[in-house]
């Protein structure tokens, strides 16, 4: 492998996901990413655990959601441990899956099935926090070398840190455009009813708690309707 020439696509990927505009658009770029650099990936996506739910994001093909259901269906399988950061793998290679009927007797056979061949997976997280893995896939058995694999963990630890970023910028702008509208929201009460700024907002704050509607929503509303009514 040229690592000479990877170091600079792995450059050019980095400031090519700071670049994108939305997590989606980064986690795409993330998954697309590893098929162009990673030797013998055929499919990339990111499983992120709820519970024992999974959540698919950004798969560059069929393969891997059908893989992420199954492992949801069966309660087994390296992508399903790998996203539990607290036991779970960081990094696994696995060359053949076939070999391995003794550790997911579930999955194994079945995921031979969806045709696949080999897989590995990449826990993504900072020092602060895990994202969930990146798990790549092959139609072949074999197809991972260890090169594939420390290629598909320098991607991964980039991957993180951009997917940690795009996520804070978009909880910063989701904040941002929330204060506006419940600004706007008690500029409507208090202009409707004479309020002070202190009584409009108590006005928002109770009807969020009466109707359990969260404050951003009661705000919203009061802006598309012109109050509360």
């Known amino acids: 492998m ?81 996203a539990h950061s607290s036991q779970g793998e960081r990094v696994f290679r696995i060359a053949d899956l076939t070999g391995l009927q003794q550790r997911w007797p579930a999955y194994a056979p079945q995921a031979h099935d969806l045709g696949v061949g080999s897989m590995m997976g990449f826990l993504l997280y900072t020092e602060e926090q895990d994202f969930g893995a990146l798990n790549l896939y092959s139609h072949k058995p074999g197809a991972f070398t260890e090169n594939s694999e420390l290629a598909g963990w320098m991607l991964a630890s980039h991957a993180a840190v951009a997917f940690a970023a795009a996520r804070t910028h978009a909880q910063m702008e989701q904040a941002v455009t929330t204060r506006h509208t419940i600004g706007e929201a008690m500029g409507i009460l208090m202009g409707a009813h004479n309020l002070s700024e202190e009584r409009a907002f108590d006005v928002l704050r109770r009807y969020s708690q009466e109707k359990n509607i969260k404050l951003r929503e009661v705000a919203r509303l009061i802006c598309e309707r012109g109050g509360l009514t």
Request: hydrophobic share 45%; charged share 25%; aromatic share 4%.
């Open 2 to 82: 040229d690592w000479g020439r990877f170091a600079e696509q792995m450059a050019s990927m980095a400031r090519d996901l700071l670049a994108q505009d939305s997590v989606d658009a980064t986690l795409e770029r993330i998954t697309a990413s590893a098929t162009e650099l990673v030797e013998g990936c055929d499919a990339a996506g990111i499983l992120v655990l709820h519970d024992s739910k999974v959540e698919t994001l950004a798969p560059t093909h069929q393969l891997v959601v059908e893989s992420d259901l199954l492992q949801q269906r069966l309660g087994e399988g390296p992508c399903f441990d790998a």
